[in-house]
């Protein structure tokens, strides 16, 4: 139990920690599952660790937990991924996802062999683990940088889409690994009909799924208060349902549903997006503690120079050939292929397939006629690549982008707060000017009488942890808060500060700032007056 209660609290602590560090929390959740599982055998009396992710989850308990808790983060960000989104860059991801893929999958492979000496068949699957990237790392990066649309969508696309898919290749090298041991002339046919048999049962239960739910959700057959549990049971269904068909084809499945859903027009996706995202959190925390607590000392100390060596390699030469190769006759400029070949850092995916594998491989090598000592290595291997990835990349993502000129210029939109009658009178002016101007409220009659002036609306709450991914923040370069509330004008600036910046972001005076002379007014008050809500309108 206290062990359990401290992964929790350990895992909030990690996401906090990589909100002030600027981090993604990939990155203070393995340093802290490190600390109190591994490295803390050094202080206890005993030896043994603080937190062992073996003894939380024993047997295939924990990789089924891991695998199930994967299916549901990568529903996540499914629901975040529009096709609208692929109106110009479409052929570029396909191609990202197919050529790039296969040649990471290759070329990791041969490193793996060369620098490492591994036998071909353990390189080839650490070459398919470097596949997966993921957006639990590529999303607060691109968050942080803030690159051009073109290179914000191909990112966010592969990172989403290529974590099952990765996934799958594993599992397909694994599979060859146990089959052709036992019979070598059938194996390739038959690896290959489980491949197609993986994609096409993901696909289809993943769509089926989608179709159910959005068939309940217009007949209004669930209640509102049930909606977010209720997707969550059916996702995790989805998930066991297409693992019964075929190994891995539940993260498939899950990712299919989550943009099959994303892209239907049904209102109850704002609200399960809300719900998933906090989920998401939660259950990365747990993940990330979990899998770098079961790490040995012995692991840590067989990494050397060799594995130093194969991770500069994977970062300065086979992601930046395999981008090149996956972006021909794309739209894109030599810096922006550039600045997206040094975008590929690793995730969970990565970390639960090499944990899963490692330890299956071990237990087996004798039998599968592998050498013990280099299936160990897998998975150390593996975290070297998160950690390398996620500090070196994100570290240096804004000063490479800044470098390369790839970063978004500060556009001329202004998004407002309220679609009130002032905001729609002030709107409607800029609008006139050439600005793009967006109007956000919560109220259908505001929103409908600011459509009947051509203005561009938002229905719905800007507050939400999803906005950022329902909007396209890059188009605003400045925000104006012009609600009657003063707590939700002041909370907009505060939730839009670290996207646009503390000097383009405005509010009216609050009541308590016009009633009180002596408060000192601050610098993002409109027009620097204590003129409120009321009294501007009542001038009109």
Same mark, same amino acid.
């Given at each position: 139990m206290l062990?359990?209660?401290?992964?929790?609290?350990?895992?909030i602590?990690a996401q906090?920690?990589?909100?002030r560090?600027?981090?993604?929390?990939?990155?203070p959740l393995?340093?802290i599952g490190?600390?109190?599982?591994?490295?803390?055998t050094f202080?206890t009396?005993?030896?043994?660790k603080?937190?062992d992710?073996d003894?939380i989850?024993?047997?295939?308990?924990?990789?089924s937990?891991?695998?199930l808790?994967v299916?549901v983060?990568?529903?996540?960000g499914?629901l975040?991924?529009?096709?609208?989104?692929?109106?110009?860059?479409?052929g570029?991801?396909?191609?990202?996802?197919?050529?790039g893929?296969?040649?990471?999958?290759i070329?990791g492979g041969?490193a793996?062999?060369?620098?490492m000496g591994m036998e071909?068949?353990l390189?080839f699957l650490?070459?398919?683990l470097l596949?997966?990237?993921?957006?639990?790392?590529?999303?607060p990066?691109?968050?942080?940088?803030?690159?051009?649309?073109?290179?914000?969508?191909?990112l966010?696309?592969e990172g989403i889409?290529?974590d099952?898919?990765?996934?799958m290749?594993?599992?397909l090298v694994?599979?060859?690994i146990?089959?052709s041991?036992?019979?070598?002339e059938?194996?390739t =046919?038959e690896?290959l009909?489980?491949?197609?048999?993986? &994609?096409s @049962?993901?696909v289809v +239960?993943?769509i089926? *799924?989608?179709g %159910?739910l959005?068939?309940?959700f217009?007949?209004r057959?669930?209640p509102?208060?049930?909606?977010?549990?209720?997707?969550?049971?059916?996702?995790?269904l989805?998930f066991?349902f297409?693992?019964?068909i075929?190994?891995e084809?539940?993260?498939?499945?899950?990712?299919?549903?989550?943009?099959a859903l994303g892209?239907?027009?049904?209102?109850?996706?704002?609200?399960?997006?809300a719900?998933?995202?906090?989920?998401s959190?939660i259950?990365?925390s747990v993940?990330?503690?979990l899998?770098?607590?079961?790490i040995?000392i012995?692991?840590?100390e067989?990494?050397g120079?060799?594995?130093?060596?194969?991770?500069?390699t994977?970062?300065?030469?086979i992601r930046?050939i395999?981008?090149?190769?996956?972006?021909i006759g794309?739209?894109l400029n030599?810096?922006?292929? =550039?600045?997206?070949s040094?975008?590929?850092p690793?995730? &969970?995916? @990565?970390?639960?397939? +090499?944990?899963?594998? *490692?330890?299956q %491989?071990t237990?087996?090598?004798?039998?599968?006629?592998?050498?013990?000592?280099q299936?160990?290595?897998?998975?150390?291997?593996?975290f070297?690549?998160i950690v390398g990835?996620v500090?070196?990349?994100g570290s240096?993502?804004?000063w490479v982008?800044r470098?390369?000129?790839?970063l978004s210029k500060v556009?001329?939109g202004i998004?407002?707060?309220?679609?009130?009658?002032?905001?729609?009178?002030?709107?409607?002016?800029l609008?006139d000017?050439?600005y793009?101007?967006?109007?956000?409220?919560t109220s259908?009659l505001?929103i409908a009488?600011?459509?009947s002036m051509?203005?561009?609306?938002y229905?719905?709450?800007?507050?939400?942890d999803?906005i950022?991914?329902?909007?396209?923040?890059?188009?605003f370069?400045?925000?104006?808060?012009?609600?009657?509330?003063?707590?939700?004008?002041?909370s907009?600036?505060?939730?839009?500060?670290?996207e646009?910046?503390?000097?383009?972001?405005?509010r009216l005076?609050s009541?308590?700032?016009?009633e009180?002379?002596?408060?000192?007014?601050?610098?993002?008050?409109?027009?620097?007056?204590?003129t409120?809500?009321?009294?501007?309108t009542?001038?009109?």
């Amino acid at each position: 139990m206290l062990e359990l209660a401290s992964i929790l609290v350990l895992g909030i602590f990690a996401q906090w920690l990589a909100f002030r560090i600027k981090q993604p929390a990939i990155l203070p959740l393995i340093l802290i599952g490190l600390l109190v599982g591994p490295l803390s055998t050094f202080i206890t009396p005993d030896g043994e660790k603080l937190i062992d992710g073996d003894a939380i989850f024993t047997g295939d308990l924990l990789f089924s937990f891991v695998s199930l808790s994967v299916g549901v983060i990568l529903f996540e960000g499914g629901l975040t991924l529009h096709f609208k989104e692929l109106k110009n860059q479409g052929g570029t991801i396909r191609n990202l996802l197919i050529a790039g893929m296969a040649t990471t999958f290759i070329l990791g492979g041969l490193a793996a062999h060369f620098i490492m000496g591994m036998e071909y068949r353990l390189a080839f699957l650490f070459g398919a683990l470097l596949i997966v990237s993921g957006p639990t790392v590529v999303t607060p990066i691109l968050r942080n940088v803030k690159p051009n649309a073109k290179i914000n969508t191909l990112l966010k696309w592969e990172g989403i889409l290529i974590d099952p898919f990765g996934a799958m290749v594993a599992v397909l090298v694994y599979e060859v690994i146990n089959s052709s041991t036992h019979h070598r002339e059938t194996f390739t =046919l038959e690896t290959l009909q489980e491949f197609f048999i993986t &994609i096409s @049962a993901g696909v289809v +239960a993943g769509i089926c *799924s989608a179709g %159910l739910l959005w068939y309940l959700f217009k007949k209004r057959r669930i209640p509102r208060y049930l909606s977010n549990v209720f997707t969550l049971g059916l996702v995790i269904l989805t998930f066991a349902f297409a693992e019964l068909i075929h190994t891995e084809a539940g993260l498939l499945a899950a990712t299919v549903m989550g943009i099959a859903l994303g892209n239907s027009k049904i209102d109850e996706v704002k609200s399960i997006l809300a719900f998933k995202e906090d989920i998401s959190i939660i259950l990365i925390s747990v993940l990330f503690l979990l899998l770098s607590s079961r790490i040995e000392i012995a692991h840590i100390e067989s990494i050397g120079w060799h594995s130093l060596l194969l991770f500069a390699t994977a970062i300065f030469l086979i992601r930046p050939i395999g981008v090149l190769i996956g972006t021909i006759g794309s739209n894109l400029n030599w810096r922006e292929k =550039l600045f997206i070949s040094w975008i590929g850092p690793k995730g &969970i995916v @990565a970390a639960a397939v +090499a944990s899963l594998f *490692s330890l299956q %491989l071990t237990k087996n090598a004798e039998i599968l006629n592998i050498p013990k000592e280099q299936a160990e290595l897998l998975l150390p291997i593996t975290f070297l690549m998160i950690v390398g990835t996620v500090v070196l990349q994100g570290s240096t993502a804004k000063w490479v982008g800044r470098r390369l000129k790839v970063l978004s210029k500060v556009p001329n939109g202004i998004l407002f707060i309220g679609a009130g009658e002032v905001s729609r009178l002030i709107a409607k002016k800029l609008q006139d000017q050439g600005y793009y101007i967006l109007l956000a409220d919560t109220s259908p009659l505001h929103i409908a009488n600011a459509k009947s002036m051509n203005l561009r609306t938002y229905h719905g709450n800007v507050l939400s942890d999803h906005i950022f991914e329902e909007l396209d923040v890059s188009q605003f370069g400045q925000l104006i808060a012009f609600t009657s509330n003063s707590g939700i004008n002041e909370s907009a600036c505060r939730w839009f500060q670290k996207e646009l910046g503390d000097d383009r972001v405005f509010r009216l005076a609050s009541s308590l700032e016009v009633e009180n002379k002596n408060l000192p007014l601050p610098n993002n008050v409109l027009f620097g007056s204590r003129t409120d809500y009321v009294a501007f309108t009542q001038s009109i």
